[in-house]
Structure formats: C-alpha cells, structure tokens
C-alpha cells in the first residue's frame, strides 16, 4: 500500500520516472495548450453567449479572460511544485487530505472533460456538419465521433499530440479568416457597431448583472483546457520550466483570439441570428460579405471541435491513470496497452461515459455543465494554492502573487453560483454526476478494504 508520505515524495520529484513516455517538448506543449483552449467554445457557443448577453459579446469573453488567467497562475505553480500526473485530484489531496474530497474533484474534473468532449461531438454532428448532408442522424455521427478519438488515443501519445497540432494550425486558421472578414468589413464600412453596446437584458440592475454573469459563465467553457495540459505532465520533458510559458502564452494567445472573434461576430451578425445556430461563425462567414466558400469553412470548424474532443478524452484517460496510481480508482485503471503505453482501460472506460453523456444533452446544456463544475474544481484549487504554501519542496518553481489565488477562488465561486443565469438542468446535470461518483467512491473503498488496501 501507498502512504500519504510516499505519495507526497514521489510528487515532488520534478524528473520522476513512470511507464509513460516523455514525448512532449516546450514547442508542442504551448500548441497543446492553444489547441486544447481553442475549438469548441469559440466555434460553437458564440452565439448562445450571445443569446444570454446580447450584443455586447466582446464583454464576457474578456471577464472569462480575466478569470481564467487568476486560475493559469494557480495551476501553474502547482504543477510546477508537483510535475505528476492527475491534476486537481493530486492537488487537493496533499492541501486537504481527505480521500473523499479528493476523488469528488477528481471525479468532477473527469466528469467536465466528459462533458467538453460530448458538447464537441454534438457540435460536429450540428449546422457544421448539416453544411454536407443531413442523411445521417446527428446522434449516430456523435457516437462514431466519440469511438474515432479512442482509436486515435489508443494509438499513443505522440500520435494524439501531432494530430493536435495539425489540428491547432486548421482551427488557427478558421478564426484567421473569421478576423479577415471582420477586418474587410470594417474597412467596407460595413458592421453595425452600434450592436457593441446592446445587453439582451434590460435596466441596469440585477438582471443585467445575472446575464452578463451567465453568459460569462458559459463564455467560460471557451477557456477551459489550460487545466488539462497539467495531466501530460509525465509525458513532458522538463515539466517544470516547461508549463509556466506553455501556460500563459496559451492563455493570452486564446483570449485575444477569442474577444476580437467577439466583436466581429457582433459586428456582422445580429445576436438573436447567432443564437439560433449550432455553428455561428459560419453564419459570420455568410454576412461577411467576402466570397468565401461556406462548405470549406464548415470543414474547418469540424477539424476545430474535433481537436477539442480529442483533447479531453485524452486528458480523462490519463486523469484515470493517474488516480488508478494513487489507489483512488481501481488499480486497473493504470493498465497500459503493451507496446504502445497508452492507458488502455482509462480510455475505454471515458469513452464509454462519453458516448453515454453525448446522448443526453445538447451543446449549450453540455458546455454549461462543463463550466460549472470547473469553476467548482477551480475554486477548490485556488484554496489549495495557499494551503500547500505550507508544503516547500527542495526544487524552484513558479510562485503566484497570493492576491491571484485569492481572487481566483472568489471570481470562481461567483460564476458557479446562481448569480450567474443558468438553467436548472446544469444543476440536475452536475447533481447526477455527483450522485455517480459518490457511489463509485463507497464501492472502490469497499473493494480496498475488502483486500486490505484501504488508504490511511
């Protein structure tokens, strides 16, 4: 059996060996980051950001900006501290130390990936993919989505990073042209920019501020994937001087992307337009008034949530195989598959639970829900910042200003909290998933006992 203390030795040794293979460079990991940000969010819920907020859509982006560099700054320092698989879990468990705690954020942070994959696959299956044909049932091309990314995932880290970055460089270029035409626009005296300044509510008292709230709640889910990346720290070289440049860079890359992308589609599409759609940057791309064929860009965007999709199984299989290591799943959780040292039980088991969510929820539901219940794990995460500061290891890393973390956590649980305008099936979503994984927690811990593993 593992100890807390060996546990707590083995994450603090920054060049620790383990049966994955460093395969990640500085290079790759800033692109993985990017391209892990990028996708989904901008792509396909533009316009219901826009539906909740109205005109103004450049405004919730940059206050997601804001909250997702407070958080950046926490993760970073604590990957830096600990370079170990598993993440949040990991995080949580050597701040509080308490197993159920512990596997709760674990499980919720898999449950978010599960959930950002589902909204991908559901994405791909929309107005994206109904630019080609609409003789297969959008559910059907969903699942065969979802099985298509295990395959790759099965085939090796390496594989799955290089078709990231393949990936990152198409939907780089998407929102490239979505930029273009927004630049042509305006130089054509084209664009209503009177719309930068139009809130869906009206007044300017606390339904303003819940809906400006619940649109950046759901803007939100666009920045999701920063947190991701500190699950391939045992697959990076370097890992500590390595994540603090992939990190930012990535974050500040994404978030100017992302507000300029805002006041383009504001600029060119009415909000009530783009919240009709599954894909509004495609309707962008027809009020734009430039000669730039639908079809190729609705290719582009496919290429865009795929990469969002593959990203997060690849996160959730090896979240599995980080907390099957430390005895909070099942130990088969960690079983490699031989010759390719993938985590071949890990990506089964999320592929499955994906397959299972994508067919229960729509792109906004899923994507709420994703938000939702990281904006929980990031507020617990922040907490675990200023607590761990008690725990120095021998090693430099990166320290946060302790203004950041504090900030962080308030931001956090403001945005989780029912100030922001969420529907109620995000909460019953979150609550069942919740429900799934205390009861997976009672069962694990009677297996261990039942053997005589049962952690201290």
Same mark, same amino acid.
């Given at each position: 059996?593992?100890?807390?203390?060996?546990?707590?030795?083995?994450?603090?040794?920054?060049?620790?060996?383990?049966?994955?293979k460093?395969a990640?460079?500085?290079?790759?990991?800033?692109?993985?980051?990017?391209?892990d940000?990028?996708?989904?969010g901008?792509?396909?819920?533009?316009?219901?950001?826009?539906?909740?907020?109205?005109?103004?859509?450049?405004?919730?982006f940059?206050i997601?900006?804001?909250v997702?560099?407070?958080?950046?700054?926490?993760?970073?320092?604590?990957?830096?501290?600990?370079?170990?698989?598993a993440?949040?879990a990991?995080?949580?468990?050597?701040a509080?130390?308490?197993?159920?705690?512990?596997?709760?954020?674990?499980?919720?942070?898999?449950?978010?990936?599960l959930?950002?994959?589902?909204a991908?696959?559901?994405?791909?299956?929309?107005?994206y993919?109904?630019?080609?044909?609409?003789?297969?049932?959008?559910?059907?091309?969903?699942?065969?989505?979802?099985?298509?990314?295990?395959a790759?995932?099965?085939?090796?880290v390496?594989?799955?990073?290089?078709?990231?970055?393949?990936?990152?460089?198409?939907?780089?270029?998407?929102?490239?042209?979505?930029?273009?035409?927004g630049?042509w626009?305006v130089?054509?005296?084209?664009?209503?920019?009177?719309?930068?300044?139009?809130?869906?509510?009206?007044?300017?008292g606390?339904?303003?501020?819940?809906?400006?709230?619940?649109?950046t709640?759901?803007?939100?889910?666009?920045?999701?994937?920063?947190?991701?990346?500190?699950n391939?720290?045992?697959?990076?070289?370097?890992?500590v001087?390595?994540?603090?440049?992939?990190?930012?860079?990535?974050?500040?890359?994404?978030?100017?992307?992302?507000?300029?992308?805002?006041?383009?589609?504001?600029?060119?599409?009415?909000?009530?337009?783009?919240?009709?759609?599954s894909?509004?940057?495609?309707?962008v791309?027809?009020?734009?008034g430039?000669?730039?064929?639908?079809?190729?860009?609705?290719?582009?965007?496919?290429?865009?949530?795929?990469?969002s999709?593959?990203i997060?199984?690849?996160?959730?299989?090896?979240?599995?195989?980080?907390?099957?290591?430390?005895?909070?799943?099942?130990? !088969?959780?960690g079983? =490699? $598959?031989p010759? %390719?040292?993938? &985590? @071949?039980?890990?990506?089964? +088991?999320v592929?499955?639970l /994906?397959?299972?969510?994508?067919?229960?929820g729509?792109?906004e539901?899923?994507?709420?829900?994703?938000?939702?219940l990281?904006?929980?794990?990031?507020?617990? !995460?922040?907490?675990? =910042? $200023?607590?761990? %500061?008690?725990? &120095? @290891?021998?090693?430099?890393? +990166?320290?946060?200003?302790? /203004?950041?973390?504090?900030?962080?956590?308030?931001?956090?649980?403001?945005?989780?909290?029912p100030?922001?305008?969420?529907?109620?099936?995000?909460?019953?979503?979150?609550?069942?998933?919740?429900a799934?994984?205390i009861?997976?927690?009672?069962v694990?811990k009677?297996?261990l006992?039942?053997?005589?593993?049962?952690?201290?």
């Amino acid at each position: 059996m593992t100890t807390a203390s060996e546990t707590a030795r083995a994450a603090e040794a920054p060049d620790g060996d383990g049966p994955l293979k460093r395969a990640i460079g500085p290079k790759l990991l800033i692109l993985f980051v990017i391209g892990d940000i990028l996708g989904t969010g901008i792509y396909a819920t533009t316009g219901k950001v826009a539906g909740k907020v109205g005109g103004a859509l450049w405004l919730p982006f940059v206050i997601g900006f804001l909250v997702a560099v407070l958080t950046a700054a926490s993760y970073v320092e604590l990957v830096g501290k600990y370079p170990k698989a598993a993440g949040a879990a990991l995080y949580t468990q050597k701040a509080f130390k308490v197993p159920f705690v512990t596997f709760i954020v674990a499980f919720l942070v898999m449950c978010s990936g599960l959930a950002s994959a589902s909204a991908a696959a559901r994405a791909f299956s929309g107005d994206y993919f109904l630019e080609f044909t609409d003789a297969v049932p959008a559910t059907l091309i969903a699942i065969l989505f979802i099985l298509v990314l295990a395959a790759l995932n099965l085939r090796g880290v390496s594989e799955s990073v290089k078709a990231n970055v393949v990936l990152t460089i198409v939907e780089l270029s998407g929102l490239a042209i979505i930029l273009g035409i927004g630049a042509w626009a305006v130089l054509s005296g084209d664009g209503d920019a009177s719309r930068l300044t139009e809130f869906e509510a009206s007044g300017t008292g606390y339904a303003l501020i819940t809906s400006v709230l619940g649109a950046t709640a759901l803007g939100f889910f666009a920045f999701v994937g920063f947190e991701d990346s500190v699950n391939m720290a045992e697959e990076t070289k370097d890992p500590v001087r390595t994540f603090p440049k992939a990190i930012f860079i990535g974050v500040a890359v994404t978030g100017t992307i992302y507000v300029l992308v805002a006041l383009v589609s504001s600029l060119l599409v009415d909000h009530r337009t783009l919240a009709g759609s599954s894909g509004p940057l495609l309707e962008v791309v027809k009020a734009g008034g430039v000669d730039f064929p639908p079809k190729l860009f609705a290719l582009i965007a496919l290429f865009a949530v795929t990469n969002s999709a593959l990203i997060n199984i690849m996160m959730a299989s090896r979240l599995c195989y980080g907390l099957a290591n430390e005895r909070i799943l099942p130990r !088969v959780m960690g079983k =490699v $598959l031989p010759g %390719r040292c993938t &985590p @071949v039980v890990g990506i089964a +088991f999320v592929s499955v639970l /994906a397959i299972g969510l994508v067919t229960t929820g729509e792109i906004e539901g899923l994507s709420d829900t994703t938000a939702f219940l990281l904006l929980c794990v990031f507020a617990v !995460v922040n907490i675990a =910042v $200023l607590v761990l %500061r008690r725990d &120095p @290891v021998a090693h430099k890393h +990166f320290r946060a200003p302790t /203004a950041l973390p504090v900030l962080g956590a308030i931001t956090a649980l403001i945005l989780a909290s029912p100030l922001a305008d969420r529907d109620v099936e995000v909460y019953i979503r979150a609550g069942v998933l919740l429900a799934i994984g205390i009861a997976l927690w009672a069962v694990n811990k009677a297996v261990l006992k039942t053997r005589g593993e049962e952690r201290a």
